[in-house]
């Protein structure tokens, strides 16, 4: 995995997201979950592609319950895209590369 890519707690959420100045696009992941280990090599190709200008981190959702639970994922793999603090946009399932730039490319 990419040293770009930031590995959060609950503890670390607020520091790590919600105070970003950059976009965080967060992956909300369980270690049992295929479709999660295919989106990582992807995310890990992006977080060096767009270094500087979106940050990529994982929350465990088996060891971080809080944050799970407060922005209502139900299914893995979701990825919430912050910006400045806020959810801006959700993305639910794995897809290509090409898919995802696209979904983000309004904000990054």
Same mark, same amino acid.
């Given at each position: 995995m990419s040293k770009n890519i930031i590995h959060l707690s609950d503890a670390t959420f =607020? +520091? =790590?997201? #919600?105070? @970003? +100045? !950059?976009?965080? #696009?967060? /992956?909300?992941? %369980? =270690?049992?979950c295929g479709p999660c280990k295919m989106i990582a090599p992807i995310l890990d190709e992006i @977080?060096? /592609?767009?270094?500087?200008k979106l940050k990529?981190?994982? #929350?465990?959702? /088996?060891e971080n319950l809080e944050k799970t639970k407060?922005?209502?994922?139900q299914s893995?793999? @979701?990825?919430? #895209?912050? &910006?400045?603090g806020k959810a801006?946009? !959700?993305? &639910?399932? %794995?897809?290509p590369k090409h898919r995802?730039?696209?979904e983000l490319s =309004?904000?990054?």
């Open positions: =607020e +520091t =790590e997201v #919600l105070q @970003s +100045t !950059t976009p965080v #696009l967060v /992956d909300y992941w %369980a =270690e049992w @977080s060096k /592609d767009y270094e500087g990529i981190a994982k #929350l465990n959702i /088996d407060e922005y209502g994922i893995i793999p @979701s990825m919430v #895209l912050f &910006v400045d801006v946009h !959700t993305i &639910v399932g %794995a897809m995802l730039l696209k =309004e904000w990054i």
